[in-house]
């Protein structure tokens, strides 16, 4: 089992920024790969970014490349999702989630997820 607590969520103007963080527990964090989702009212939910294990490989959905950066700590047993240049579109909540196989950019392929959190960009 995993557990997932986000963090850092909250309401910024366009173009601003924030750092959401997710810390976990339950297994060693090293041994899992970790992701950020996000789903919009009335919308489906959206692959915002993925890293692999060591954090050396990230991916990003295309709504997101060259805004948003995913990293990871693990001696913190924490990943983060910096977002910057903010837009009213990019509001939503947003979930972190774990795996245990390789990183993915299908939500059904993570076995477990945090509580989540909103992020709530005004114009």
């Known amino acids: 089992q995993v557990q997932l607590v986000e963090s850092g969520g909250g309401l910024v103007q366009a173009g601003g920024s924030l750092r959401l963080s997710c810390a976990a527990s339950?297994?060693?964090?090293?041994?899992?790969?970790m992701g950020w989702f996000r789903q919009a009212p009335g919308k489906e939910r959206e692959f915002v970014a993925s890293?692999?294990?060591?954090?050396?490989?990230?991916y990003y959905g295309d709504s997101v490349k060259g805004r948003f950066t995913i990293s990871r700590d693990n001696a913190k047993n924490t990943v983060y999702l910096q977002m910057n240049s903010l837009r009213p579109e990019d509001t939503a909540v947003y979930y972190c989630?774990?795996?245990?196989?390789?990183?993915?950019?299908?939500?059904?392929?993570?076995?477990?997820w945090g509580q989540g959190t909103q992020v709530t960009v005004s114009s």
């Open positions: 339950g297994r060693t964090f090293s041994s899992i790969s």
């Open positions: 890293i692999t294990r060591g954090g050396f490989g990230t």
């Open positions: 989630a774990a795996r245990s196989g390789g990183p993915s950019a299908s939500s059904a392929s993570f076995d477990y």
